[in-house]
């Protein structure tokens, strides 16, 4: 049996979980699609900083653009995508769900946080509202992650937030460990 293409799914249930319009995690945190005009506020915490960046290199403000042109370009493809996250009305990262290429139908969530929001629990914040959102949609048996190995933060939260490894392999060019997460 071959797998459907990421067109062909009904992506109905988790549009409406994680609609394109600004969500209030907390009084002071919220999610809001991304725009065009958030490409300086991305580079500001993006730019120059490998840890802050999936392919762990330095990043130029072109490679931030490039990033933020496949988030707009995931929201008219398939109706979500990852959020920006605001804290006190600044950007301070993405999170939310993107279309996971190794399962029909599936999706894998990120949560990248700006480093000098880093220790304030909002990943791990970010990460549990995520999977609330998710064990609220019936079409969606898991959730799916991929993380760098050397990411010792990302792979302990996953760990702890119930994420169980299920290989290894490359996601987007970079060596992964892949996770899933049973919804509800």
């Given at each position: 049996m071959?797998?459907p293409?990421?067109?062909d799914?009904d992506?109905?249930?988790i549009?409406?979980?994680?609609?394109?319009?600004?969500?209030?995690?907390?009084?002071t945190?919220?999610l809001?699609?991304?725009?065009?005009?958030?490409?300086?506020e991305?580079?500001?915490?993006?730019?120059?900083?490998?840890?802050?960046?999936?392919?762990?290199?330095?990043?130029?403000?072109?490679?931030?653009?490039?990033?933020?042109?496949?988030?707009?370009?995931?929201?008219?493809?398939?109706g979500f995508?990852?959020?920006?996250?605001?804290l006190?009305?600044?950007?301070?990262?993405?999170?939310?769900?993107?279309?996971?290429?190794?399962?029909?139908?599936s999706?894998?969530?990120?949560?990248?946080?700006?480093?000098?929001?880093?220790?304030?629990?909002?990943?791990?914040?970010?990460?549990?509202?995520?999977?609330?959102?998710c064990?609220?949609?019936?079409?969606?048996?898991?959730?799916?992650?991929?993380?760098?190995?050397?990411?010792?933060?990302?792979?302990?939260?996953?760990?702890?937030?119930?994420?169980?490894?299920?290989?290894?392999?490359?996601?987007?060019?970079?060596?992964?460990?892949y996770?899933?997460?049973?919804?509800?």
């Open positions: 071959t797998q293409e990421s067109s799914c992506w109905g249930d549009i409406n979980a994680f609609p394109l319009k600004k969500l209030w995690v907390t009084h945190l919220n809001r699609p991304l725009t065009k005009q958030d490409s300086v991305l580079g500001d915490f993006l730019s120059g900083d490998p840890e802050m960046t999936w392919t762990r290199k330095p990043w130029s403000r072109r490679n931030v653009d490039y990033l933020l042109s496949l988030r707009l370009s995931h929201y008219k493809q398939y995508g990852p959020y920006g996250i605001e006190d009305g600044k950007l301070i990262g993405m999170a939310g769900v993107q279309v996971w290429d190794y399962e029909p139908c999706v894998e969530f990120l949560v990248y946080v700006a480093k000098s929001q880093w220790n304030q629990g909002y990943g791990t914040n970010l990460t549990k509202w995520i999977i609330d959102k064990n609220d949609i019936p079409s969606l048996p898991f959730l799916y992650a991929a993380t760098r190995p050397e990411n010792t933060r990302i792979n302990h939260i996953v760990k702890q937030l119930g994420f169980m490894k299920t290989g290894n392999g490359e996601h987007y060019g970079y060596p992964s460990i996770w899933k997460r049973a919804c509800k």
